[in-house]
Each structure stands twice: as structure tokens, then as C-alpha cells.
């Protein structure tokens, strides 16, 4: 451990300026190796110079974003199955400064939420989870099951 840690807790508000998102919960999920991000209309479209990546974030149709700047990858769920990823690098604000972060993108409407936070931000960026602040998002970090 750093001196210069950052206490996170299991629940944070985030920023993602590039897609024009703000005060979004974000669960740390230091079971994950990379973070989630909720999308639709997710697809890869023939652009001017290449493939580009076009998706809405969460379920805001009317915002499209592109990229030509993504990877393709295999990812493995908890519950054993893999899965065709893609992934971009954006921005995120945590705790008022903002970091690079690199993000699978997903239709997880039928997830509990929405954007997840794995371990691979956590240590690049000297995050400790500390999950007695978990609640300090209001009712965001409660169990309601």
C-alpha cells in the first residue's frame, strides 16, 4: 500500500465527460479485472477511413457516440461463458480528478448497474475499496433484495 492511496468506496459518483454523463453510481467491483459501461445501439459501421464503433450510453438514444479508437476483445463472465467485448479508452472523474479508464462496452440493462469499476483502474491509479463507505451515496450502495 501507498502512502498516497486514495480511499474509494464500494459505491463512488463518476463523471464521463466524453459521453456527456455526470453524478452516474458506479459499483467498484474489484472482482472484475476492467470496468463495464451500460450502452445500446452498440455497433461496429464502415466510417470514412475504416471501422468505427457507434453506441448510445445507457439508455440515451438520442446521444450517438463514435470511435475509430477501440479493441476487440474475449472476456470471461463469472458465470464461466465468453464473450466478444469491445472496449474504449475515455475519461472518468472520481472524487473530483479525472483519470484514463478503459471500459468493455455492453447492453446491461438487465444488470443492476450500470457501470462497474474493476480492479485494473484500482491499482493503476493506487485506489484502496474501502466498503464502510458504501452507503455514502444515499440508498445507491443498499441491497434492496
Not at 475509430?68 to 472476456?75: A, T
Not at 479508452?89 to 462496452?105: A, C, D, F, N, P
Not at 469499476?117 to 493503476?124: A, H, K, P, Q
Request: hydrophobic letters at 35%.
Amino acid at each position: 500500500m501507498s502512502e498516497d492511496a486514495k480511499i474509494i468506496g464500494s459505491f463512488e459518483q463518476v463523471d464521463f465527460s466524453d459521453f456527456g454523463m455526470s453524478d452516474v453510481t458506479a459499483k467498484i467491483d474489484t472482482g472484475a479485472f476492467t470496468g463495464a459501461f451500460h450502452c445500446t445501439k452498440l455497433q461496429e459501421i464502415d466510417g470514412e477511413n475504416g471501422k468505427v464503433l457507434r453506441f448510445s450510453p445507457f439508455d440515451h438514444p438520442e446521444i450517438e457516440i463514435e470511435t475509430s479508437e477501440y479493441v476487440i476483445k474475449q472476456v470471461k463472465s463469472s458465470n464461466g461463458e465468453s464473450q466478444r467485448r469491445y472496449f474504449v479508452e475515455t475519461h472518468i472523474r472520481v472524487q473530483g480528478k479525472q483519470y484514463k479508464i478503459l471500459l468493455s462496452l455492453a447492453d446491461r440493462s438487465e444488470m443492476k448497474w450500470s457501470v462497474l469499476i474493476g480492479r485494473r483502474f484500482l491499482e493503476l491509479n493506487d485506489f484502496l475499496v474501502d466498503v464502510r463507505m458504501s452507503n455514502q451515496y444515499g440508498d445507491a450502495g443498499k441491497d434492496t433484495a
